[in-house]
C-alpha cells in the first residue's frame, strides 16, 4: 500500500510536466536606482537553471530593466547597454554645446542660476532638476516597434510597471501604452525627475507606493513568484539613521512598508544582495560593474534553491525555457541604422513654428534617415531654447510616421552671475528675460551688473522673426572707473559715464555661425581724467559718436572653458562718425577686428592651443575712447576692444594696429583639474602697412584651473617686456 501511495505521490508531480501544465512563474524587480544593475545578474542566473518566465513587473529601475528583457533583450544584452551609456549625460538635461544656439551658448557660460516665472502657474514652476530627455529618448533608442499604444501582455513575456498618480495618490499600473514613456513614468523620482503627465494623472516614480510589486504580477496570473528586492524596504534601525537621506528614506519606506511587507511574505524565492556601500546614485562605471557581479554571485549562491523551485513549478531539472531556444539576438538601433520616414509631425509646436521647426532639424519628409540624424534634430530643438522638452516616436504603418513630441517652455527667468578675482574683487550680473511668446514673438529684458570698476543698466527689446532672426533695439548706461597702465606703471584713471543706444538685426539660422549688423549711438561724458605724470598724451572730451557695424563669428568648441575641440573665427568692422557721415568735419574712422582661436588635441589629456587675433583703427582721427587695449585673460575684460596677453594683468593702451600670437600648452592632470603654460608675442605700429618694423612685446605665464559648476577657479602667474615684477591674477566664476 505504501508502495502505491509513493508512485501515486510521484505521478502527481511529475504529471504536470508530462501535459505540458504548469505553474505559471513571475520575475518581480523592485527599485533601487543604480543599484538595480544587479537585476541583471540574476536574470542570468536564473536563465542558466533554466527557470521558465512567464510574467515580469518592475518598479522604477525594475521597470527599466524589466520591460527591456520582456521585449526580448538577453541579460547580457542589457548589460552591454549599461556599460555603452554616458551616465552622466543621460541623468542630466545636458544638451551638446555644438547644438546649442550663440544665445543659449553665452546664457549657460555667463550665468550660475536660473529661475523661470511667468504669467501662469505653470511658468513659474520647477517640477524637477532633471526633465530626464537624454532618458526618455535613450528607452526610445531601445524599444523601436513599442512607441505607438501596444498591449504589453503580447511582449515575449507579458509586462507591467508601476507609476503613482500624485492626483489621486494611487498606483497606476501600465498594461499597455508607451513602452519608452511607462518606463520613464515609473522612475520619475519626485523632486528629482520631472513627472510625466498623462491625460489628468500626473505620475511619478512608483516606488513611493508599491516599490516590490509582488501583488501587480500575482494579479497578473501568477503562481510562483521569485523576486529581487535592491531598495532596502525593510525599516532602519536606530543606528542607520543618521543622514537626512537616511530620513528621507525611512518616510518612503514606512509609507509603503505594509504593503512591501505582504508582497515579501507572497514571495517564493527572494534575492537580496548586499549592495553597500552603493546607493541609488552610483552610476559610476567601477560601481555599476561590481554591482551587477553582485546579482549574479547572490544568484550562485542560491543555486540549490533556484533547482529545488524548478520542482515547485513541476518541471523537471533539464529543462530549458522554450524562449531561450527561439530567442533572436536583440540589439538597441545603432547611430548608423536607417528609417524610412513619411511624414514629420511636430505636436506641441507652436503653429507659427512649423516651418522653421522643419528646417532647422534638418530632416526631410518622404526621405531614410539615420537615428544619429535624428538624435542630433531633437538636440537642436532643444538648443534653441523655444521648447523644453521634446522625444519622439515611430507611429503608424511600419513606423514611418515620425512625431516629435514638443514642450513649450517659460523662456521668461530670471538669471544671476557672480564672480571674483584679484582685480575687480566680485562682480554681479542680474538678468530678467521677460518673452511674449504666445502672442507675439517678443521678448523684454533688463541686464545689471555690479562690480568695483563698472556697473551697468541694460534694457533690451527683441522682436524675432523666428526664435533664430531678430531685431534688437537696446540702451545701456553704465559707469567706468579703469585705471590705465604703461609698461606695468599705473598711468592714469579715468572716470566717466557712457551711454549706448543700438538697433541691429541678428541672424542665427546656422548652428555654430551667427552674423549681426546695426546702427549704434554713444555718448562719452568724462567726469575725471587723472594722469600721474605732468603731460597730457591724449584728448579726451565729452563725445558723442554714430557707427555702423557688423560682426560674424563662427564657434563649434564643444566648451567654451578649457575645450577639447573645435575653433573659433571672428570678424568685426565699425564705421566711427559723429553725423552719420564724417568725423569732427573730416572722414570717418573705422576698426577691423580679426579673432582665431583652436584647440589641437595631442593627447586624451594634453593639448595645444593656438590663436591669432588683433586690431587696426584705419583714419588719421581716431578719438581716444575705441584705441586699442591690451591686458587681462579674456577678450573685453573692460573695454569691448580689450585684447587678452599673458604677461600683463592691467589694461594698457597701444598703436593703432596691434597684431598677437599666442600659444598656449594645457595638460589636465586630475579630473577637471588643469596647469596651462602660455607664451604670446604682439607687434604694434601706428600704421598698419608698416606693422613689422614697429614694437614688440612679449610675455608668458604658468596657471592652473579648476573647472568648477560655478566657473574656473583659476590662478596664474605672468611676466612680459611691459612689466618689471611678476604678474598674479586670480579668479573664480564665469566671464561677465
Not at 17 to 43: C, P, S, Y
Not at 54 to 81: F, H, N, Q, R
Request: include cysteine; aromatic fraction near 12%.
Amino acid at each position: 500500500m505504501k508502495k502505491f501511495l509513493s508512485l501515486l505521490l510521484m505521478f502527481l508531480l511529475v504529471w504536470p510536466a508530462m501535459a505540458g501544465e504548469r505553474k505559471k512563474v513571475a520575475v518581480v524587480l523592485g527599485g533601487g536606482g543604480a543599484k538595480g544593475v544587479a537585476h541583471i545578474g540574476v536574470l542570468k542566473v536564473l536563465e542558466e537553471a533554466g527557470i521558465p518566465v512567464d510574467i515580469v513587473t518592475g518598479t522604477s529601475m525594475g521597470a527599466i530593466v524589466g520591460g527591456l528583457y520582456a521585449i526580448g533583450y538577453s541579460p547580457d544584452e542589457i548589460k552591454e547597454m549599461v556599460e555603452s551609456q554616458d551616465w552622466p549625460m543621460l541623468l542630466s538635461d545636458k544638451v551638446k554645446r555644438s547644438h546649442l544656439f550663440f544665445p543659449e551658448k553665452e546664457k549657460a557660460e555667463r550665468y550660475i542660476l536660473s529661475l523661470p516665472f511667468g504669467r501662469e502657474k505653470k511658468d513659474r514652476v520647477i517640477d524637477g532638476v532633471v526633465k530626464g530627455q537624454n532618458l526618455q529618448n535613450l528607452f526610445s533608442d531601445l524599444t523601436m516597434g513599442y512607441h505607438d499604444s501596444v498591449d504589453f501582455n503580447t511582449f515575449q513575456i507579458p509586462f507591467a510597471c508601476v507609476a503613482v498618480d500624485m492626483v489621486s495618490g494611487k498606483d497606476y499600473v501600465f498594461h499597455g501604452g508607451s513602452l519608452p514613456l511607462a518606463m520613464r513614468a515609473s522612475m520619475a523620482i519626485p523632486a528629482v525627475f520631472t513627472p510625466v503627465r498623462l491625460d489628468s494623472m500626473v505620475l511619478v516614480d512608483g516606488g513611493l507606493n508599491n516599490n516590490y510589486p509582488v501583488d501587480v504580477a500575482l494579479a497578473m496570473g501568477a503562481d510562483i513568484i521569485i523576486g529581487v528586492d535592491l531598495a532596502t524596504s525593510d525599516l532602519r534601525t536606530f543606528d542607520r539613521l543618521h543622514s537626512p537621506g537616511d530620513i528621507v528614506t525611512q518616510i518612503i519606506a514606512l509609507h509603503g512598508y505594509d504593503k512591501y511587507a505582504r508582497n515579501r511574505d507572497r514571495t517564493d524565492l527572494l534575492f537580496r544582495p548586499d549592495m553597500e556601500p552603493y546607493r541609488s546614485a552610483s552610476f559610476t562605471t567601477a560601481a555599476l560593474d561590481t554591482m551587477m557581479r553582485r546579482g549574479e554571485m547572490d544568484a550562485r549562491r542560491r543555486w540549490d534553491e533556484i533547482i529545488a523551485l524548478k520542482q515547485k513549478i513541476g518541471l523537471p531539472d533539464d529543462y530549458t525555457p522554450p524562449i531561450l531556444a527561439s530567442r533572436q539576438k536583440h540589439r538597441p538601433v545603432l547611430p548608423a541604422d536607417t528609417f524610412n520616414i513619411r511624414h514629420i509631425r511636430f505636436d506641441g509646436a507652436d503653429p507659427r513654428d512649423i516651418g522653421w521647426l522643419h528646417r532647422i532639424c534638418a530632416l526631410k519628409e518622404n526621405s531614410r534617415i539615420t537615428l544619429k540624424e535624428l538624435r542630433k534634430a531633437m538636440s537642436v530643438l532643444v538648443g534653441t531654447n523655444a521648447y523644453a522638452y521634446v522625444n519622439y516616436k515611430l507611429a503608424g504603418e511600419d513606423q514611418q510616421d515620425l512625431i516629435l513630441t514638443l514642450q513649450p517652455k517659460s523662456e521668461s527667468s530670471v538669471n544671476l552671475g557672480v564672480r571674483f578675482d584679484s582685480e575687480e574683487i566680485i562682480g554681479v550680473l542680474l538678468n530678467a528675460t521677460y518673452h511674449q511668446g504666445k502672442r507675439n514673438h517678443s521678448r523684454f529684458a533688463f541686464t545689471g551688473r555690479v562690480g568695483s570698476k563698472i556697473s551697468s543698466a541694460k534694457l533690451e527689446y527683441s522682436i524675432e522673426r523666428s526664435p533664430l532672426r531678430n531685431f534688437n533695439l537696446s540702451y545701456k548706461f553704465s559707469y567706468n572707473d579703469l585705471d590705465i597702465y604703461e609698461k606695468g606703471d599705473k598711468r592714469f584713471n579715468t572716470a566717466y559715464t557712457h551711454h549706448l543706444a543700438e538697433f541691429a538685426y541678428s541672424d542665427m539660422n546656422w548652428l555654430s555661425f551667427k552674423i549681426r549688423a546695426g546702427l549704434r549711438y554713444e555718448y562719452f561724458n568724462y567726469n575725471s581724467f587723472l594722469y600721474t605724470g605732468n603731460s597730457e598724451q591724449y584728448d579726451v572730451r565729452p563725445e558723442s559718436f554714430l557707427s555702423y557695424f557688423a560682426t560674424a563669428h563662427l564657434e563649434t568648441f564643444d566648451r567654451r572653458y578649457f575645450p577639447n575641440k573645435g575653433v573659433s573665427l571672428e570678424a568685426d568692422y565699425s564705421l566711427y562718425t559723429d553725423n552719420f557721415v564724417g568725423y569732427n568735419g573730416s572722414s570717418p574712422f573705422s576698426a577691423i577686428g580679426l579673432k582665431f582661436m583652436t584647440v589641437c588635441p595631442i593627447s586624451s589629456r594634453l593639448s595645444l592651443l593656438p590663436a591669432l587675433y588683433g586690431r587696426v583703427l584705419i583714419g588719421g582721427n581716431t578719438a581716444y575712447p575705441f584705441l586699442n587695449a591690451v591686458g587681462g585673460e579674456t577678450f573685453g575684460r573692460y573695454l569691448p576692444q580689450q585684447l587678452p596677453f599673458a604677461g600683463i594683468s592691467h589694461m594698457e593702451i597701444l598703436d593703432n594696429s596691434v597684431v598677437i600670437a599666442r600659444l598656449q600648452l594645457r595638460q589636465r592632470i586630475a579630473g577637471n583639474n588643469y596647469i596651462t603654460l602660455t607664451g604670446n608675442y604682439g607687434i604694434h605700429n601706428g600704421d598698419f602697412f608698416h606693422l613689422l618694423q614697429g614694437k614688440s612685446l612679449w610675455g608668458g605665464s604658468l596657471g592652473y584651473a579648476y573647472n568648477s559648476i560655478a566657473g574656473p577657479l583659476s590662478a596664474t602667474f605672468g611676466m612680459s617686456n611691459r612689466n618689471s615684477s611678476l604678474q598674479f591674477y586670480m579668479n573664480l566664476g564665469f566671464m561677465f
